[in-house]
């Protein structure tokens, strides 16, 4: 007998292809946008197989294309926040967090009639030096929190943050924290979660990865962008350590999202945490 399948969240960082390429969101009237597209295609490929998974929706792109985000609400995903302008909180003045995020929410709760009740920073960029946003989160009423990464790389991590949920207890509040998913292996933290890594690693690697952290009956967060299912957008000029991980191998992610959800249990991030 086998044992019983851990469950695993699955999640989307809903935002445009030119959204996660650090330029700032003033400027991103040039581009074209191409998330309606892509995001009933990630819907089409979640309905076929039978998954559904937590969208944390950048406020920039809800209040532009309202329609799909409703058609993600009514195909029963769960609707979480990835803030407004997709800016490095770290850089970010707390009162102008705090506007954007607090003017995100309520979009996204006038729309959909719902609480938004989880949140993932942009970048994973919830660190040592903006700890200060989780109170924030708390005010706005969220009740838990898929943003700090257990490593350290040029801009995310807190290294030696736990690596499974966990409770994080402020002042005033208090709520819970989904890292972003990660094996140790010899002696080394390595990210299993998704985004380019998922594209990175051969697909053996990602499933052994994920498998090997079940066994120990902890669950996994994936995330995924909708514009890694679309290999044909625009190519620009960024800056070499954001081109290579954003364009790499995107050839690969719609066959390789198809066998995760074919091997694995997963479920909106609400469930895995059993928040509502
Ligand atoms: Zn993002």
């Known amino acids: 007998m086998g044992s019983v399948p851990v469950t695993n969240a699955?999640?989307?960082?809903?935002?445009?292809?030119?959204?996660?390429?650090?330029?700032p969101y003033a400027e991103w009237d040039r581009f074209e946008d191409r998330i309606e597209a892509v995001g009933d295609k990630l819907l089409r490929i979640l309905d076929e197989a039978g998954v559904k998974a937590?969208?944390?929706?950048?406020?920039y792109v809800a209040e532009k294309f309202p329609g799909i985000v409703k058609r993600i609400e009514s195909a029963g995903h769960e609707i979480g926040t990835h803030g407004f302008s997709h800016t490095l909180i770290y850089t970010q003045e707390r009162n102008v967090f705090e506007s954007e995020l607090g003017r995100a929410v309520k979009f996204l709760e006038?729309?959909?009639?719902?609480k938004v009740l989880g949140h993932r920073a942009?970048?994973?960029s919830i660190t040592k030096d903006s700890l200060w946003a989780l109170d924030i989160l708390g005010e706005l009423g969220i009740k838990y929190d898929s943003s700090i990464f257990p490593v350290l790389n040029?801009?995310?991590?807190?290294?030696?943050?736990?690596?499974f949920p966990y409770t994080i207890k402020r002042e005033k509040y208090e709520f819970i924290e989904f890292p972003i998913s990660t094996l140790k292996f010899a002696?080394?933290?390595?990210?299993?979660?998704?985004?380019?890594?998922?594209?990175?690693?051969?697909?053996?690697?990602?499933?052994?990865a994920i498998k090997a952290v079940n066994r120990s009956g902890k669950p996994v967060t994936f995330y995924l962008h909708p514009w890694e299912l679309d290999p044909d957008h625009p190519r620009i000029d960024v800056p070499r350590r954001i081109a290579l991980t954003h364009y790499f191998n995107?050839?690969?992610?719609?066959?390789r999202l198809k066998k995760l959800l074919a091997d694995f249990k997963m479920a909106p991030?609400?469930?895995?945490l059993g928040v509502n």
């Open 54 to 59: 937590t969208f944390f929706v950048l406020g």
């Open 154 to 163: 040029y801009r995310y991590g807190i290294a030696d943050a736990p690596r």
């Open 187 to 208: 002696g080394v933290t390595m990210p299993i979660s998704g985004g380019a890594y998922f594209r990175i690693y051969p697909y053996q690697v990602t499933k052994q």
């Open 122 to 124: 942009p970048f994973f």
């Open 10 to 23: 699955l999640t989307i960082d809903f935002e445009d292809w030119y959204q996660g390429l650090e330029i």
């Open 269 to 272: 991030m609400k469930e895995v």
């Open 250 to 255: 995107l050839g690969a992610t719609e066959r």
């Open 110 to 114: 006038d729309l959909t009639g719902k």
